[in-house]
């Protein structure tokens, strides 16, 4: 009894260690913070709004974000939301003599100051406090502080008294004799100003931005939202506002008139080099449109068909801009500007003449690229990519890319060594619009669509195990609806697969595993694919960002469809499992990844991810193929764990040369929590917690514990955490992360968490320690 009771202790006093290491060095760091402050300083940590009201107080939550950007300054950061690192940084360098050296870079580079009570004005924030609140709406707020002294440290705390907000009663649009007015007024039905509604300068201010957007589309050209002004009327009873707007006496003769389009000029060829001239010599008229150039290597017309705006038509500015996205979308073009000017006024129309500057790319581009091969699967080596790029294959604007490769790989962290090396050579030629049989009306979507063909080759060495040849063809669509959604068709997809030359140690297990033979097998697949996309990161004025990407996958339903007419007219004589004498697979394969990233102030970042996937294998396919299969672990999932080092389900395979090969799946889940932080310059921080498996639809007797079951799936999610550093230097990311693992599902039930074991005995580190190596962010 005793003995195992030591034995418990010994087990959990390195870890206990551990944490008491750390509790003891925060503690130290937290109280000599103020140790180094001068008589009379005191640290200041920060203020706090009370807000105040004898009754409910309407979005109270948009009230109080407004209210606290008015406090400044910022107190010193804290290093994971609890310690301020950087200020001990800056108080333990002490005094420095000179301007370079290791105490000048800590005090100056990783530190910083501190930030003291004296240097918050309080009483100017007070004034910006009741400001904010008048913008909400809360005209008659009362504003009071104090400070909050505790020995040599010191809070703010404001405290706000509001009334009801004011809202808007009515709505008075000043008519007046104006041409320009008359035509705001006809926009009046999209106004975002309702009565009901809470007064708010936010709100006033899009009212001005959707007005002015109303008139360039309507051809004011020299329209300003400055014309443009509110008023408001709180003589009213209650808390009501009669809302004017109206537009400033005095206004230029040019801003109160539409224009159209006179004469377009387009410079193909343009350079800062080139002579302006609109002389007719090297001119030709497409579209009434004046192309001047001498090579004209992109036929006019593919050009003229992007460009919205029309001779004789009304300026506008969504046909401007999506002009100006189109150019930019035929990949043929650096820089694209549009011009316009020699206005001509009439009494009631003003006329532009409207210029097309165009500065091509290179038609032709050559690229060798020297660089770090970093696998989601933790193989990892060098690598060279030749590439060629011909951006006006056809004279319009048609882009074929050739690009070959060669790399070598080992996996890195694993236990075994296995290496890799990989040659290929993929080819797309992409059309910037809808090429099909069909005639299609011209798309008038700010994005350019495009047509798209693939061919590819790649050759796959497995050292000691097996050659793989994979041969792919595709033909589809690319476009996007707006700036934040992209959708992509693979009409019809084809790849056929073939393993090679197998080893004797490969040939022994596949013959002990008849599932995983089953996915290597030669053979086609063979069907259209649909990805969509949506990422709002792109949307610089949103404060948090979504991310989804989901696609479907499927192969053998068409092509069985087929075969099986084949069959029927030819009375049973048509085989309907094989094309050209191969098998082909048949799956659907559905699956979609979500992130949320939630931004704070000083680049520190909350990110959540949920991939979730699944293959339905049916007919005589049992499992997906080999490369249609998800598998665990590594870089960009569960980062506590090698690649394939997880699952599928509760499995365990016999020994960890098949586990490589074995430890894949049909069906998969997973979830990841990370939350990243600066330290100093291009280096971050992270930490994070990942869970998920991967699982199969179907039973194998040799693979028990592997297949999906709704009753103890959730018993078998595999749990990690760890830490990590970036080191961002822009053009690349390197990415170090040391994984945890927390609970390993392939372990008997109740002995499956292992959170307790950390460090418990000599060894702990390299069995369990993951530090996985990697480029980029991992979502």
Known sequence: MRNNSHRA????KPAGNVIQLLTLLLLLASCSNTKFLAEGEVLYTGSKIDIKSDQPIPDKRKLASALDEALYPEPNSKFLGVLKLRL????????????????????????????????????????????????????????????EIKKNKAGVRYTVEVEQPYRIEKVIWMKDTSYMMQKIIQTTDETLLQEGEIYDLDLLENERARIRKEMLNMGFYYFSPSQLFFQADTSKQGKNVALYVKVKNEQPEEAQIPFKINDIYVFPEYSLEDSLSTSTSDTLLVDNMHFISRKR?????????????????????????????????????????????????????????????????????????????????????????????????????????????????????????????????????????????????????????????????????????????????????????VNTRRNEFTLLGIEYYRLGETTPLFDDILAQNPYLAGTYRDQFMIGPAYTYTYNDQVLNYLKNNLYFKGRVDMSGVIVNG???????????????????????????????????????????????????????????????????????????GLRAFRARDVGPGSYAPSDSTSAFFEQTGDIKLEANIEYRFGIQ???????????????????????????????????????GTGLGLRFDFSIVILRLDLGIPLRKPWLPEGERWVADKLFSYKGWSKDNLVLNIAIGYPF
Do not use: C
Not at 9 to 12: A, E, G, I, K, V
Not at 96 to 117: A, C, I, N, Q, S
Not at 120 to 128: P, T
């Open 9 to 12: 202790y010994r087990l959990h």
């Open 681 to 719: 310059g291009p280096v971050k921080g992270a930490i994070f917690l990942d869970a998920g498996n991967i699982w199969l639809k179907n039973d194998f007797k040799e693979r028990p514990g592997a297949a999906f079951d709704f009753n103890r799936f959730y018993k078998e999610i595999a749990v």
């Open 88 to 147: 001990w940084f800056y108080s333990i360098a002490g005094k420095t003599k000179k301007d370079k050296g290791f105490r000048h870079w800590l005090k100056y580079k990783m530190g910083e100051p501190p930030v003291l009570l004296d240097q918050v004005d309080q009483d100017k924030v007070s004034k910006l406090i009741r400001s904010n609140a008048f913008n909400k709406g809360h005209f008659k707020s009362m504003v009071s502080h104090r400070s």
């Open 562 to 636: 087929i075969m099986q007419g084949i069959d029927y007219f030819q009375k049973g004589d048509q085989q309907t499992d094989t094309l050209l004498g191969t098998l082909y697979a048949q799956y659907i394969r559905i699956d979609g990844d979500v992130r949320y990233y939630q931004h704070f102030k000083r680049e520190r970042k909350l990110v959540f991810r949920l991939f979730a996937g699944t293959g339905f294998p049916f007919d005589r396919s049992r499992s997906l193929p080999y490369a249609r299969q998800y598998f665990s672990g590594g870089t960009n």
């Open 297 to 481: 290597r992109i036929r006019p017309d593919e050009i003229a068909n992007v460009i919205y705006l029309k001779k004789h038509g009304f300026y506008n500015r969504d046909d401007h801009e999506k002009s100006i996205s189109r150019l930019m979308g035929l990949n043929a073009f650096k820089y694209v500007n549009i011009r316009f000017a020699d206005k001509n006024l009439t009494d009631s129309t003003g006329w532009l003449n409207m210029y097309v500057y165009l500065t091509p790319e290179k038609v032709n581009s050559f690229r060798a690229e020297i660089k770090g091969i970093a696998k989601s699967n933790n193989f990892a080596g060098p690598g060279l990519e030749l590439s060629y790029i011909n951006r006006n294959t056809f004279r319009g604007a048609e882009m074929l890319t050739i690009a070959t490769h060669g790399n070598w790989e080992t996996q890195i962290g694993g236990g075994e060594n296995l290496n890799s090396w990989e040659l290929g050579i993929n080819t797309r030629l992409q059309y910037p619009r809808l090429e099909t049989p069909f005639n299609i009306s011209k798309s008038d979507q700010k994005y350019v669509p495009t047509t798209f063909i693939d061919l590819g080759y790649n050759f796959n060495h497995r050292v000691q195990y097996y050659t793989a040849h994979s041969l792919n063809a595709g033909f589809g669509y690319s476009w996007k609806n």
